[in-house]
């Protein structure tokens, strides 16, 4: 059988040409799976009852299936999902931010083993495909009731989606199409550690999503040690590759850094992020930890995190101190694990 879920809208009408049936049934499919969250064949009314019966014959669609919901008291929920072959992931819907959020996973744990970062202590498990990804949005939109309003998507959640790259691309294709919950790119921010060739390539996609860079660090030593993969491609070489990055009218890359206590949150530590970032379309977010047991660092003072802002902001660069959503539920920046 064809999962559907994981099909374009564009291979639905190829699936449907194949099995002798007329492609434009192919956007009717893709409206009812992605705009109105049905994904029964019988329940998809505009359909004839004998298409109906072929697709129930013929087709499949794999839907990350909730398990459990999470309140957190300022409003944000994280979402339990298990995927059809018994692993789970976590999503995590963030209320007013100012717009509403939907942050999604790219892989089951992540393999770039970030010192702050609980999903990085699982290691990863396996990627995420991309009808998993899209899906997972499908279903946060459906229960949340917001699959007619706007909302963005930001891939931050377990995973490197650059590690995943051609289904996170897909993905992106399937939630951006105009018959289904129509996500432009422009509100989707792709966050990643810096997997350099990706990103090159991520440059010459049609569909690019806004950019954050995990950097956290501002020497190479430092760096080495609490995101790995600078050893591979170091902080020189992903600042460059970032430079090469093409840009909206406007547009900025956002640069994430994790505040941790006594590691990177000097005086001395701002001003080279400040010397880093020159000439280039920068924002920058303050992320001051989020603490978890089994990480060995602790989260700044008020004081030292509101320092350091200054010194970025007194040499122009735009800072933001992002306020932590959902640390009561474990849904916070860092803090997406699961058991299995």
Not at 81 to 101: C, H, K, M, N, W
Not at 148 to 169: C, I, K, R, T, W
Request: aromatic content about 4%; hydrophobic content about 40%; overall charge neutral.
């Amino acid at each position: 059988m064809i999962d559907f879920s994981e099909l374009t809208r564009g291979e639905m009408q190829q699936a449907l040409v194949d099995l002798g049936v007329p492609s434009f049934h192919g956007t009717q499919i893709f409206r009812w799976l992605h705009k109105r969250g049905v994904s029964d064949p019988a329940a998809m009314t505009d359909l004839s009852r004998e298409l109906r019966a072929k697709l129930a014959e013929s087709i499949t669609v794999t839907t990350p299936k909730l398990v459990k919901k999470e309140i957190s008291s300022d409003g944000t929920i994280k979402f339990l999902f298990e995927l059809a072959d018994g692993q789970r992931i976590e999503s995590v819907y963030i209320p007013d931010t100012p717009a509403q959020t939907f942050c999604v996973s790219t892989q089951v744990g992540c393999a770039m083993k970030c010192a702050f970062c609980l999903t990085g202590k699982m290691g990863l498990l396996r990627n995420l495909t991309a009808g998993e990804i899209a899906g997972q949005v499908r279903v946060l939109a459906h229960e949340t009731h917001l699959a007619d309003q706007s909302f963005n998507v930001v891939l931050m959640g377990m995973g490197e989606p650059l590690h995943n790259y051609d289904a996170v691309m897909k993905s992106l294709q399937m939630l951006a199409d105009e018959e289904g919950l129509a996500v432009h790119p422009r509100r989707v921010t792709l966050s990643t550690v810096g997997v350099v060739p990706a990103m090159a390539k991520l440059a010459e996609e049609e569909l690019m999503p806004n950019l954050a860079i995990s950097l956290h660090a501002t020497t190479e030593e430092q760096r080495d040690r609490l995101v790995p993969i600078n050893r591979k491609y170091d902080i020189e070489e992903l600042i460059e590759a970032c430079r090469q990055m093409p840009l909206r009218r406007r547009g900025k890359i956002t640069f994430e850094y994790v505040m941790l206590a006594g590691e990177n949150d000097s005086p001395e530590d701002a001003k080279r992020l400040v010397k880093l970032l020159r000439g280039l379309k920068a924002k920058v977010n303050l992320l001051p930890l989020n603490e978890a047991k089994g990480i060995e660092f602790r989260r700044p003072s008020d004081d030292v995190v509101n320092r350091f802002a200054k010194i970025l902001a007194d040499a122009d660069v735009t800072v933001s101190v992002r306020k932590s959503r959902g640390r009561d539920i474990r849904a916070a920046c860092g803090q997406l694990a699961t058991d299995r």
